[in-house]
């Protein structure tokens, strides 16, 4: 509670001083309890479905199971960490956010659990729930199992199935034993989700496939594939045809088929050779909207129609549009647009479909324009044969003027990227040099001389910058050490910013889809950085990354960050493989607007003409280009040596300096409300035996240092 009233007086004292005239305040929330735990959206969200898992088992109210999946899929869905968003009280704020779970949220993140789920597990061994993931078992079956057997793990329930102990159980007989004991196998076979371009890959195999029958009237993927998620589960294809049966025969004896799950007419379900599980759903031509809409939307999204339809005294289901008062249908649902507009909505793009706000968005005509191939004027990210490229900078310039581009820049990596045989300044001079000749023979297309170069671990570039002002486009990416916290990647980043030479950050959070993870990010900082700056973030089109994440291109939206869409191209051919970025921008709810590249070059050249002036402006040059600005200070250096290991008394001799460097002091407000950077509360220690009061004493002389802007200055 101290720790709380303090903060609160001394961060309230500093911003009231130096807040300028129009400038927006904000109050950090702060309760007092013991500091919170950093968990992400998914683990959170982990933990509610866990909770809705075991109260299924247990027979619990079908209403609450159901909430507690609602709160677990917003949970993950959530742009921002629900930690930040709890302490700024914006998660109540929330739709279908309700104050149980908010309370719930706020319990998983001082203890790592909650009360109900606290209860929930001290009633049930913790694999009843893997036992829900064998195919064939539900909820009823496992509650029966463990009530009769005591069976509570999928080893004990293997071996009462070899055993025979499982047929004593009713309504469980030697078939229902054998069928698990199938489950159980394709249990420890089983894949995580897979990656978009290789999960669709597999199902337009199967596609293709089933085109060559003369039954098959129309087909299509559906699912999360048709959605366009950066990694897919099972799949799904939708047929429509009048004659189920040879569909499913022919289905289910595919060549790429490694096992048959369920054989029927309507739905038939196999495990592909590549691991993955793939739904076929035969359904007649005219419920084929029905269909489509039905197996191509999120859950939540599913449900959120249905609901609207309960309204409208509807019934929707794949099947149609019925009324409820007699149960007639009145719509067979022959396109998805019957559907959507039965209950009074537009067309939804399938992208958005996730219940994350398009049907308040349908109903108040706010639908995003999304941004589309033919938006695309120019692709400003592409390697060749100068470092890891396939191509040279001619043949690039004929795939692009293939494609109608108006303006490409290649980009190769520089010397820091050795994997990649990144190119020193010598080399990229020659380069541009080669560039500017290609550029001469080519008067329909712009060819820019450009690079990638590295953000090094301290947030310097990789080249000399006074080479790098004199490209026409500069990408800066990280490609090493990628196991710095949150706080040092985002100061890395934004001090590869700060020097005003990168007109776009390449793939900031660096996931490489199926093999690693994203970067840890402080978003918020990042955004904020950006705009700023005036630095666009990518989304990089490379199909094995997808970077940015959907849901960061929708808050990068939202701050009024530009994005740019690029392949990465690393031979001619790639050129054309936009959908990658695209698909992922979309999700996003980007706009032609709010894409860099969907403009003129003019425009994009002035914007980098804009950024160098402000660069050069804030120092003074002598016969030449400014200095870069000084990045080996404040929070910037501090944080990335925290990270590291790197200098303590560095970050102590930084908190002993008059006046504090102000980014340095938000630092230290931060570790006052949350408590979770070590390193500078050993720095504090080391002014004095408190840590804490050392701070409270040094934002307080910060604040009283600063010069008073007068009783009027609030309220301008």
């Known amino acids: 509670m101290i720790r709380g009233v303090l903060y609160h007086l001394i961060h309230h004292h500093s ?107 001290s009633t049930l061994p913790a694999g009843l729930r893997d036992m829900l993931d064998v195919k064939g078992i539900g909820a009823k079956t496992v509650r029966l199992i463990w009530q009769q057997l005591r069976i509570g793990s999928i080893d004990e329930l293997e071996a009462a199935a070899r055993s025979g102990a499982l047929t004593r159980i009713p309504r469980l007989g030697l078939g229902a034993s054998q069928k698990i004991l199938r489950g159980i196998e394709a249990w420890r076979k089983r894949i995580g989700r897979v990656p978009f371009i290789d999960a669709r890959r597999h199902g337009l195999d199967v596609v293709a496939a089933m085109q060559e029958l003369p039954e098959v009237q129309r087909i299509a993927l559906g699912g999360s594939v048709r959605r366009g998620r ?12 009048d004659e189920r049966k040879p569909i499913s025969a022919r289905f289910t004896t595919l060549p790429n088929v490694e ?31 029905a269909g489509l809409h039905y197996f191509t939307g999120a859950q939540l999204h599913n449900i959120a129609i249905r609901a609207r339809g309960n309204r409208f005294e509807l019934k929707i289901s794949e099947k149609g549009v019925f009324r409820r008062a007699d149960e007639a249908r009145i719509i067979p649902g022959m396109t998805e647009e019957e559907i959507f507009g039965a209950v009074g909505l537009p067309w939804i793009a399938p992208e958005l ?61 520089t010397e820091f990227c050795t994997v990649a045989n990144g190119q020193d300044a010598g080399r990229l001079a020659a380069q541009v040099k080669h560039i500017r000749e290609v550029a001469e023979r080519h008067d329909d297309i712009r060819v820019l001389a450009g690079a990638e170069v590295d953000i090094l671990p301290d947030g310097s570039l990789d080249l000399d910058e006074e080479l790098l002002l004199t490209l026409d486009w500069v990408v800066a990416s990280v490609h090493s050490h990628f196991d710095m916290d949150a706080a040092a990647m985002t100061a890395r980043i934004v001090a590869a910013m700060e020097t005003g ?63 740019v869409i690029s392949t990465d191209s690393h031979a001619p051919e790639h050129l054309a493989r936009r959908e990658f970025g695209l698909i992922t921008a979309r999700r ?16 994009l050249a002035e914007r980098r003409r804009d950024r160098i002036r402000r660069r050069t402006n ?45 980014s340095l002091r938000d630092r230290v407000q931060r570790w006052l409300a949350e408590g979770d950077d070590p390193a500078v509360e050993a720095a504090l220690q080391s002014l004095g035996t408190n840590p804490m009061q050392a701070a409270f004493e040094l934002l307080a002389d910060a604040a009283a240092a600063e010069p008073d802007p007068g009783p009027d200055a609030t309220s301008r």
């Open 230 to 241: 950066a990694t897919i589960g099972d799949l799904d294809v939708l047929v429509a045809a």
């Open 618 to 662: 804030r120092a003074v040059a002598v016969g030449g280009l400014a200095p870069p600005p000084e990045i080996d200070s404040g929070e910037t250096r501090a944080a990335i040596d925290a990270s590291r290991g790197g200098d303590d008394a560095a970050l102590s001799r930084a908190l002993a300096t008059r006046p504090l460097d102000e």
């Open 588 to 603: 996003g709810w980007v706009e032609p607007g709010h894409v860099l590249n969907t403009r003129p070059w003019e425009h």
């Open 501 to 563: 030479i990168p007109d776009v950050i390449g793939h900031p959070s660096n996931r490489r889809l199926g093999h690693r993870n994203a970067n840890a990010l402080d978003l918020e900082r990042l955004l904020k950085s950006a705009r700023k700056l005036d630095v666009a973030l990518e989304v990089n089109g490379n199909p094995h990354r997808m970077d940015l994440k959907d849901i960061h291109c929708r808050a990068a939206r939202e701050a009024g960050v530009p994005l």
């Open 353 to 413: 479909r996730e219940n994350l706000g398009e049907l308040e968005a349908a109903v108040e005509g706010r639908l995003p324009r999304l941004v589309s191939e033919e938006d695309l004027r120019g692709d400003l990210h592409m390697h060749t044969v100068a470092s890891d490229g396939k191509g040279t900078v001619e043949e690039m310039v004929v795939a692009a003027r293939k494609l109608g581009l108006e303006y490409i820049a290649i980009t190769d990596h």
């Open 15 to 121: 911003a009231r001083r130096r807040r300028r005239p129009g400038a927006r305040s904000r109050t950090l929330c702060y309760d007092g309890a013991e500091p919170m735990l950093h968990l992400t959206n998914a683990e959170i969200a982990a933990i509610f479905f866990e909770m809705a898992d075991l109260l299924h088992i247990q027979g619990g109210n079908r209403y609450r199971i159901r909430s507690f999946r609602r709160a677990g899929r917003i949970l993950e869905n959530l742009v921002e960490p629900a930690h930040v968003m709890i302490r700024f009280n914006k998660l109540s704020r929330v739709p279908n956010i309700g104050e149980g779970t908010v309370s719930r949220v706020k319990q998983i993140l001082r203890s790592g659990t909650c009360d109900d789920h606290r209860i929930l597990r």
């Open 259 to 289: 096992e048959v799950l369920v054989h029927g007419e309507g739905r038939s379900s196999v495990r592909l050779v590549s691991g993955q599980q793939c739904d076929l759903r035969t359904i007649p031509p005219e419920n084929w909207g």
